[in-house]
Structures are given as C-alpha cells and as structure tokens.
Nanobody
Framework: VQLQAFGGGLVQPGGSIRLSCAAS????????MGWLRQVPGKERELVAS???????NYADSVKGRFTISRDSAKSTVYLQMTSLKPEDTARYFC?????????WGQGTLVTVSS
C-alpha cells in the first residue's frame, strides 16, 4: 500500500484547511485509514481514524474541530480541519491499516501562524 498526502500549508489561527490522502496498491486489504501528526521532538499522535464501515475516532484535542471522511471508491481519506490553533502545527501523516500491518505516507506540513 502506498499513500500520498496533499493539502498542507500555512493557515492563520481560526482558519481551515483540508488534507487529502490517496491510497494505491493493495487497497482492498485496507480496513482503517487515518491521520497522525508529529511535532519535532515528540511522538506521533493519532489525530483521527475511520474504519471501512464509517465509524470515526478523534483525539480529544481535535474533537469538534476536525472531521475525517473517506471515499472508499477513490481510496481516499480526507481531514477537514477548522478552528485551527497554533498548537495544531505539525507534520500530518496519512495512515492505512490492513490485517497485518500499518502503512504511513510521507507527511504534509501544516503551519498555523499569523
């Protein structure tokens, strides 16, 4: 499974941005897709995930502000980020899980700053 993320950039506090991630390869084996984020010097943090049936899960820090969605036909997962805060600044990684392992994309940088 290969993952390619798009959509990072610079956004002002309170603003919005949408990330997208396209999966390719053995996509039929994917059961969960999601997003992690990482700040230099810290461990990766799960931001949100969504399973094939549509059930989603969010980190407490982003609940009510971020929305994850998935287009199974296009093997794409999205992360709509609103009411962004400076502490949301991080590199965001797309992730996909199969029965046997987890895959990560190359990451896309989101910077929240005025």
């Amino acid at each position: 499974v290969q993952l390619q993320a798009f959509g990072g950039g610079l956004v002002q506090p309170g603003g919005s941005i949408r990330l997208s991630c396209a999966a390719s390869g053995r996509i039929s084996s994917i059961n969960t897709m999601g997003w992690l984020r990482q700040v230099p010097g810290k461990e990766r943090e799960l931001v949100a995930s969504i399973i094939s049936g549509g059930t989603s899960n969010y980190a407490d820090s982003v609940k009510g502000r971020f929305t994850i969605s998935r287009d199974s036909a296009k093997s794409t997962v999205y992360l709509q980020m609103t009411s962004l805060k400076p502490e949301d600044t991080a590199r965001y990684f797309c992730t996909a899980k199969t029965k046997f392992r987890e895959y990560w994309g190359q990451g896309t940088l989101v910077t929240v700053s005025s």
